[in-house]
């Protein structure tokens, strides 16, 4: 196990009115293993960003820990946070995520210079990219890009420190049934390779690769079985 | 590539960047624009103050009713008048004062140079206190008879000969400019004043007429000793001399620091408005950038820049945008106010001289400075907020 949800759950207010909240996760343990392509599904709206986004150090829980090595990351430092999300963490967040002022291959290889002046990543930055298939791109910027292609863009970003745990959410959201498979095989292919991996889906085709799947309903998850 | 982020943020929305780059150059505008046209002005001043050089100047009755010194000095309209040379004698017994020199002013009709008459200034190089200290910036050598120094205004160089009253006068030097109505006159010493008068009155002009040029004086230029109060002095002299009346030039000027003093004024609250206002809508506009590009910084947050690493990139782009505002608005300033000096003289009708390269450069330099803090300063408040916003949060409300 290397990360791992304890007791977390999110609650929001609806518009402003203080008095009126609802928990978009409730109280949830999750844990996640090296060599493990954990996958979870559920409706639009049951939570499943919600908690990504938590796992991830990137929205603080109302309530619970998230524990990386034992570490609660939610009671570190802002900068060490931020160092450890950038070197043992990749995030395909939801949605377009793509800087418009770079390059394709400048916004792979850019968490690879956040915190390092020195060293060449642009072979490994190449060969990701032609993993998922844009490296004809490599010179264009994002506006230039179709949706699928920005989100193949994030996955090898993602992927570019090739760091302990990935948390990807709907990563295969606005591909075709071919370029879907490249990108299940490759995250299947981290797990294989040590890593920790949680994907986010809609597509019942992706739970096949999953060695667990968890379903979200409302703010709740459960395991599913078999 | 992390260092270059900025510089290619601002690239990538050219609109966006040269709208807070002109917002930022009003700024470093106002302050070297506003700076520049008010320290001339003060320079002018000072100018017009030490070319007068004297505490009191004398005159006779008829000249002080009809202001003709200050119509001849301040306001550079040619004239005349003179009144005996004994007068000269009679101040310098009065108790208290320092020096006198005589003066002789004359009107030419039309002089080579200039279709407009032009005023000439004589003065007596052996008591003369203060023309010489500002004639000897361009020349130091002796006048000889016939020799003349032109004004700054002049259109005549040195070498070239102007014709007054028929008569040939070289011109010996061009003198400095002092951006007040002095650089319209021409000077001589008395020896070549007095052939012109004489030429003068040869030419049949009126008050000349019936005198002796040899016994003529235009006014007295007194120094009062220090310890001595300048109005007693110059109270003594109406009481003991018939016909003459002295002129204190701090009057004299009075007016005009006055309404330097008004100009200054709306100038500064003109200036402070701008740079206000400037500071204003430069933060509304980092404010609502920084907005716009949420998601990009989440995206930043997401593969793993600290909130401080946030802060720098926006602090970083709001001192590129402050260094190139506050250098375009300088350069805009010295477009529009150099070679427009001449116009705003004459517009606000106030001695206008230009600071030294020196000082433009100091006061440009700190122009551009004051932008460069103002855009960071500025951003400040927009960089701790886009470090204090929940990245998940963002990156939810697609
Ligand atoms: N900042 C917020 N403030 C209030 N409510 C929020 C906020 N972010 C999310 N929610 C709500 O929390 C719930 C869970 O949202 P979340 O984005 O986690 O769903 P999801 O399962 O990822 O949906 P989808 O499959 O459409 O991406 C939703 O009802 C959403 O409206
Ligand atoms: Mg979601």
């Known amino acids: ?226 | 590539m992390l260092t270059k982020l900025p510089f290619k943020n601002l690239v990538n929305r050219p609109a966006r960047s040269a709208a807070l780059i002109i917002i930022s150059a009003f700024l470093s505008f106002s302050v070297f624009g506003g700076a520049m046209v008010l320290s001339s002005l003060q320079i002018g001043l000072g100018s017009l103050r030490s070319r007068l050089g004297a505490d009191i100047i004398a005159v006779p009755d008829k000249a002080a009713r009809q202001n003709d010194l200050e119509a001849i000095l301040i306001q550079g309209r040619p004239g005349y008048f003179y009144m005996d040379k004994e007068n000269l004698d009679k101040i310098s017994c009065i108790e208290g004062i320092e020096a006198v020199s005589a003066q002789y002013y004359l009107a030419s009709l039309s002089a080579g140079c200039c279709s407009m008459p032009v005023q000439v200034i004589g003065f007596d190089p052996e008591t003369d206190f203060s023309v010489k200290p500002w004639i000897q910036k361009s020349y130091k050598k002796q006048l000889n008879e016939g020799d003349v120094l032109a004004g700054a205004n002049i259109n005549a160089e040195a070498g070239e000969n102007l014709r007054f009253y028929g008569e040939t006068c070289k011109v010996a030097a061009k003198l400095d400019k002092t951006g007040t109505e002095l650089d319209n006159a021409v000077y001589a010493d008395s020896a070549t004043v007095k052939m012109l008068m004489a030429a003068a009155k040869k030419k049949g002009v009126g008050v000349l007429e019936k005198n002796d040029p040899e016994k003529l004086i235009s006014s007295v230029l007194i120094k009062v000793k220090d310890g001595y109060d300048v109005s007693k002095v110059s109270d003594e002299i109406n009481i003991h001399l018939r016909g003459v009346t002295a002129v204190k030039t701090q009057n004299m000027i009075s007016g005009i620091a006055q309404s330097l003093s008004g100009i200054s004024e709306i100038t500064n609250i003109l200036m402070w408005a701008i740079r206000a206002l400037a500071l204003v809508i430069m933060a509304v506009a980092f404010s609502m950038m920084i907005n716009e590009r949420k998601r990009e910084f989440a995206v930043l947050r997401v593969i793993g820049a600290s909130r401080k690493r946030l802060a720098g990139i926006v602090l970083t782009e709001s001192v590129i945008v402050g260094c190139m505002g506050g250098l375009t608005g300088v350069l805009a300033a010295c477009v529009l106010i150099f070679p427009f000096g001449g116009l705003l003289e004459q517009k606000i009708g106030l001695p206008y001289l230009v600071p030294d390269v020196k000082t433009i450069l100091l006061t440009a330099v700190s122009a551009v400075l004051a932008a460069m803090i103002a855009g960071p300063l500025t951003a400040a408040f927009s960089a701790v907020k886009i470090g204090r916003m929940d990245t998940g949060v963002i990156l939810n409300s697609n």
């Open chain 1, 1 to 226: 196990m290397i990360l791992k949800a304890e007791g977390i759950s999110k609650r929001y207010f609806r518009n402003t009115n203080t008095a009126n909240y609802f928990y978009a996760v409730k109280k949830t343990d999750l844990p996640l293993f090296r060599g493990e392509l954990t996958a979870i599904t559920g409706r639009s709206g049951s939570g499943k960003s919600t908690l990504l986004n938590m796992l991830g150090g990137l929205l603080s829980p109302t309530e619970g820990r998230v524990l990386y090595d034992g570490r609660d990351i939610y009671a570190l430092p802002d900068k060490e946070l931020s160092k450890l999300r950038n070197a043992f963490v990749g995030i395909v967040p939801q949605g377009q995520s793509a800087l418009s002022a770079l390059t394709v291959l400048e916004n792979v290889m850019l968490p690879y210079y956040m915190y390092k002046k020195d060293g060449d990543i642009k072979d490994r930055a190449g060969e990701l990219l032609e993993r998922v298939g844009i490296l004809s791109l490599a010179n264009a910027y994002p506006n230039e890009l179709s949706g699928g292609e920005n989100r193949r863009l994030a996955i090898a970003r993602a992927l570019i420190h090739d760091p302990d745990i990935i948390l990807a959410d709907e990563p295969t959201g606005d591909l075709d049934d071919e370029n879907t498979k490249t990108v299940l095989e490759l995250l299947r292919a981290a797990a294989d390779d040590k890593k920790a991996v949680l994907l986010v889906t809609h597509e019942n085709d992706a739970l096949s690769y999953a060695d667990r799947v968890y379903r979200m309903n409302g703010g709740e998850l459960t395991e599913c079985e078999g």
